[in-house]
């Protein structure tokens, strides 16, 4: 069975910095993309950032320059790197992993940043 635990969200001021995690159990991690939606209370659900078998990235443009993903393969972990956060990054973070059976999601973290 698949799973994803997500770690690492919290209260941060704005300008700091936070560190997602999220480790894959349960299959073999490294021949799949991985990433991050975010979700604030009333809007839609937005991708932003993933990471392909290869290394390959992704930003939504509201984060690039600030936020950086990376994967450790060996640990089968994922990591979103966030800095410089904004009042405006304050939402749930959920991760996901696309797999050969189908996507799966993790529990989602949420991430305040105060004014």
């Known amino acids: 069975q698949v799973q994803l635990v997500e770690s690492g969200g919290g209260l941060v001021q704005a300008g700091g910095s936070l560190r997602l995690s999220c480790a894959v159990s349960?299959?073999?991690?490294?021949?799949?993309?991985i990433g991050w939606y975010r979700q604030a209370p009333g809007k839609q659900r937005e991708l932003v950032a993933d990471?392909?078998?290869?290394?390959?990235?992704t930003y939504v443009d509201s984060v690039k320059g600030r936020f950086t993903i990376s994967r450790d393969y060996d640990k089968n972990t994922a990591y979103l790197q966030m800095n410089d956060l904004k009042p405006e990054d304050t939402c749930v973070y959920y991760c996901?992993?696309?797999?050969?059976?189908?996507?799966?999601w993790g529990q989602g973290t949420q991430v305040t940043v105060s004014s």
């Open positions: 349960g299959r073999v991690f490294g021949r799949n993309a």
């Open positions: 996901y992993a696309d797999l050969d059976s189908g996507r799966y």
């Open positions: 990471i392909t078998e290869g290394g390959g990235t």
